[in-house]
């Protein structure tokens, strides 16, 4: 148990464009799943996190305008980067965790490579 | 404000040899420590969790150990294959259920 799903898996878009990332977890709820963000060759860098039925709680110089987050269930939730630049080019990884086991492990998704054009 | 660090930043080492691989973390108020390995451009998997009240945790091959008071933690493999090639990451998290911290991540070759 404790799968969690992203989708796509690689997303290639034009300039301007809005793109969204889904994140599931396939076989528990999660109250609160986490976003991150990673660069090449770099480790990963928290960008928010969702708690079901509430508003995203975003990390200091993520624009919340540009990347908006909605937790609509307790197994969904989904990362939309509105007007997509080539700079937002990256690879996007979400992060769920389990909603009755109190060990505090987290577990990732497969990750979503965004290249923008 | 939590920072994590790993050294080395990159390994190789031929087949067959046991390694250690080192994570540091600075505010020792930590809920748990988990070590994950990451294959070039692909998703994390998770390796090891140790809560804050452990001192180690074995899976196979591999083995963490964690000293909250001095804020560090080791992640041992044993007899490396050209299959453990990837990259290490330690994560810490601040309470249960808590956004993970993590390291820059310790990037391991094993050559055959």
């Known amino acids: 148990g404790a799968v969690v799903s992203q989708h796509p898996s690689r997303v290639i878009c034009k300039s301007g464009t809005s793109v969204k990332i889904e994140c599931r977890s396939l076989?528990?709820?999660?109250?609160?799943m986490f976003w991150y963000r990673q660069f090449p060759k770099q480790s990963l860098m928290l960008m928010a996190t969702?708690?079901?039925?509430?508003?995203?709680?975003?990390e200091q110089g993520v624009e919340k305008d540009k990347f908006l987050i909605n937790h609509a269930s307790l197994t969904l939730s989904t990362l939309t980067v509105t007007s997509a630049h080539p700079e937002d080019s990256s690879f996007y990884i979400c992060?769920?965790?389990?909603?009755?086991?109190?060990?505090?492990?987290?577990?990732f998704g497969e990750g979503s490579r965004l290249t923008v054009l | 404000k939590q920072e994590v660090t790993q050294i080395p930043a990159a390994l190789s080492v031929p087949e067959g040899e046991n390694l250690v691989l080192n994570c540091s973390f600075t505010?020792?108020?930590?809920?748990?420590l988990q070590w994950f390995r990451q294959d070039p451009g692909k998703g994390l998997t998770s390796l090891l969790l140790?809560?804050?009240?452990?001192r180690e945790q074995t899976s196979g091959r591999l083995n963490a150990s964690l000293d909250k008071s001095s804020g560090r933690s080791t992640l041992y493999i044993a007899a490396s294959q050209p299959g453990d090639s990837a990259t290490y990451l330690c994560a810490v998290s601040g309470n249960q259920g808590g956004k993970l911290i993590f390291g820059q991540g310790t990037e391991l070759s094993v050559k055959p």
């Open positions: 969702s708690n079901e039925g509430s508003k995203a709680t975003y």
């Open positions: 992060s769920a965790s389990h909603g009755t086991r109190n060990t505090g492990e987290l577990f």
């Open positions: 076989d528990f709820q999660a109250t609160t």
């Open positions: 505010d020792s108020a930590i809920y748990n």
């Open positions: 140790i809560q804050s009240s452990q």
